[in-house]
């Protein structure tokens, strides 16, 4: 019999490589697993069946057999727990008034990437105080989408980190990935595997390319090294994910406009891919400019009531107040106002929501 483990020729030891190993880590920290993390907090059936009925809810606006507008809608990135429930609260009160033309998805991002340095977001440091209470982070950021869920409310995020998703992906009916990672062979791989509708977002130079390129390379089977619930590096194979879109999130200019949409839907089209867009109303298509991601909406209004089935959703920027603030230690944070993103307020929000649900039936009109 062969051996794997053969017989050293010097005594065992541990050798010293502290010379070329690890040589710019400070720390090394224990890890919760997401098993454990789940036995703690567990789904219950109801928003187990919730998670499942709201995927299966996208995906069929992806494949055409409904018609509403998927509407993925909330706060930058998520702060404060009372305060994202008490914004949960008043948007299931909107989505269940549009339920018939919209299906609305909270946003619900813990994780922010950066373009240098900041804030990296609720898992990474929930008490926003440099911190870094990461097993803290993820058993808060999963307390929170079991209790938006217990609401009756759909929650999509994304996904930033390559092994946080295990510990919450569960719980999640629509995920995306972002400007910076789209071109990202790993998220790539990961969007491949994962159980939900995902949207990549076109380049942060406005470039679709990169995003069509990434929907070829989800629905296409995959094997990457990972982690198991049990906290395991193992080798994940997976199926395929065919519930992929891109969204249109700007680049040097806005990309929201029916000339814009045409040509990203004539590059799907060029790709073998369905001609659908989601539009992000905000970031470079509101030109960092909060205020006009209303204006950004009513335009995007315009083309789906004038009879555009191509655009499949929107995502927007809102809380329960208007603007942004920064984290300044030792002074207190402004209630129900962004720390990162400048968002529309709930108030403002409202009419949009009224005006897509509008949209959608003028455009049911024009199919009739």
């Given at each position: 019999?062969?051996?794997h ?23 090394v ?19 187990q ?41 008043a ?26 340095v ?39 995020t ?5 092994l946080?998703p ?24 990961l ?18 390319k990169v ?29 395929g ?102 968002c ?8 949009v ?16």
């Open positions: 019999m062969t051996l483990a053969k017989p050293s020729a010097s005594p065992l030891s541990t050798h010293d490589t502290t010379r070329i190993d690890d040589t710019r880590i400070r720390a920290r224990p890890l919760i697993t997401p098993a454990l993390l789940e036995e703690w907090l567990p789904a219950p059936g109801a928003a069946a919730l998670v499942e009925h709201s995927r299966a809810a996208i995906s069929r606006v992806l494949h055409g057999a409904d018609d509403r507008l998927v509407v993925v809608v909330g706060p930058c990135s998520i702060h404060d727990h009372a305060q994202a429930m008490q914004y949960a609260r948007l299931k009160a909107l989505a269940d008034r549009h339920a018939d033309d919209l299906l609305v998805v909270m946003r619900v991002y813990f994780e922010k990437p950066r373009t240098t900041g804030w990296k977001g609720y898992i990474n440091d929930p008490h926003l105080d440099g911190s870094f209470a990461i097993n803290e982070g993820l058993e808060m950021a999963r307390q929170l989408l079991l209790d938006v869920l217990a609401l009756g409310l759909p929650v999509g994304e996904f930033l980190d390559l946080s295990q510990f919450i992906s569960d719980l999640v009916s629509w995920g995306a990935i972002g400007a910076r990672t789209t071109e990202s062979q790993s998220h790539r791989q969007a491949s595997g994962l159980s939900c509708p995902v949207g990549f977002k076109n380049g942060t130079d406005g470039g679709v995003a069509s390129d990434a929907i070829q390379a989800a629905q296409a089977p995959h094997a990457f090294i990972g982690m198991t619930k049990m906290g395991q590096a193992a080798i994940f194979e997976t199926r994910n065919d519930d992929c879109h891109v969204i249109l999130r700007g680049g040097k200019l806005p990309n929201y406009g029916a000339t814009e949409v045409e040509a990203a839907c004539a590059l799907l089209r060029a790709a073998g891919l369905r001609e659908q867009v989601m539009v992000d109303v905000s970031h470079a298509n509101s030109s960092k400019q909060h205020q006009r991601q209303v204006v950004v909406a009513q335009d995007v209004a315009g083309q789906v009531a004038a009879g555009d089935a191509r655009i499949v959703g929107l995502m927007i920027e809102s809380h329960l107040e208007e603007g942004r603030q920064d984290i300044v230690p030792g002074q207190p944070l402004r209630p129900g106002v962004s720390v990162t993103d400048a529309i307020s709930l108030a403002q929000t409202a009419p929501l009224g005006a897509l649900a509008a949209a959608v039936r003028a455009r049911r009109a024009h199919v009739a």
